[in-house]
């Protein structure tokens, strides 16, 4: 299916990406903008830009809470927009608040196994609540608090270990389709 035929099924439809943190959201979403000639906004580096500091700061100096509610902010503000591919942070779904927002567009779950996410952020120190002894252990229970919460998403995109951003971009624009409404004017009655 063409990019024009999607974009014209989206109707501008925001496209809001959630999943635990290394599962390619700020990769994969710029090239979904990309093919839709939509915008791109990864929520954590505007938190950032709020702030004028870094999450890890944020979470060292001001405490998850304080982290959670500008976030909560920013996605507010995001949600308001239209054509946009929006990267969230990891725990975006841990409050209820969040979902009213993000039920504004829909919601693409990137969902990478615990195998996969352990490769993906092993040595990584820019994310706060990595930063401890068993990094498999601490996945390990992040995925399983917040995965029935990601199964509250429009589609959940299973990702594989061999699958590049690219080719995950392809795969998510051939199915958007199929999750959106026909849209039936009242002509055709």
Same mark, same amino acid.
């Given at each position: 299916?063409?990019?024009?035929?999607?974009?014209?099924?989206?109707?501008?439809?925001?496209? =809001?990406?959630?999943?635990?943190?290394?599962?390619?959201?700020?990769?994969?979403?710029?090239?979904?903008?990309?093919?839709?000639?939509?915008? =791109? =906004?990864?929520?954590?580096?505007?938190?950032? *830009?709020?702030?004028?500091?870094?999450?890890?700061?944020?979470? /060292?100096?001001?405490?998850?809470?304080?982290?959670?509610?500008?976030?909560?902010?920013?996605?507010?503000?995001?949600?308001?927009?239209?054509?946009?591919?929006?990267?969230?942070?990891?725990?975006?779904?841990?409050? *209820?608040?969040?979902?009213?927002?993000?039920?504004?567009?829909?919601?693409?779950?990137?969902?990478?196994?615990?195998?996969?996410?352990?490769?993906?952020?092993?040595?990584?120190?820019? *994310? +706060?609540?990595?930063?401890?002894?068993?990094?498999?252990?601490?996945?390990? @229970?992040?995925?399983?608090?917040?995965? +029935?919460?990601?199964?509250?998403?429009?589609? *959940? =995109?299973?990702?594989?270990?061999?699958? @590049?951003? +690219?080719?995950?971009? /392809?795969?998510?624009?051939?199915?958007?389709?199929?999750?959106?409404? +026909?849209?039936?004017?009242?002509?055709?009655?």
């Amino acid at each position: 299916m063409g990019q024009n035929l999607i974009k014209e099924q989206l109707q501008g439809v925001n496209l =809001f990406l959630i999943g635990m943190m290394g599962s390619g959201k700020s990769t994969v979403g710029p090239l979904l903008a990309e093919q839709l000639g939509y915008r =791109f =906004f990864d929520a954590d580096v505007l938190i950032e *830009r709020v702030a004028g500091k870094a999450i890890a700061d944020i979470f /060292a100096e001001d405490g998850e809470d304080t982290f959670r509610d500008l976030e909560t902010e920013v996605l507010g503000h995001l949600a308001a927009q239209t054509r946009s591919v929006i990267a969230t942070g990891g725990g975006v779904v841990l409050r *209820r608040q969040n979902w009213s927002y993000l039920h504004h567009g829909l919601v693409i779950w990137l969902d990478g196994s615990l195998e996969l996410l352990l490769t993906r952020l092993q040595g990584d120190e820019g *994310r +706060p609540l990595l930063q401890v002894e068993n990094l498999e252990e601490r996945l390990g @229970d992040l995925i399983t608090q917040r995965q +029935p919460l990601y199964a509250q998403a429009d589609l *959940r =995109f299973p990702l594989q270990a061999d699958q @590049d951003p +690219p080719a995950i971009a /392809a795969e998510l624009l051939a199915i958007i389709p199929g999750l959106l409404k +026909p849209q039936c004017s009242a002509e055709q009655n």
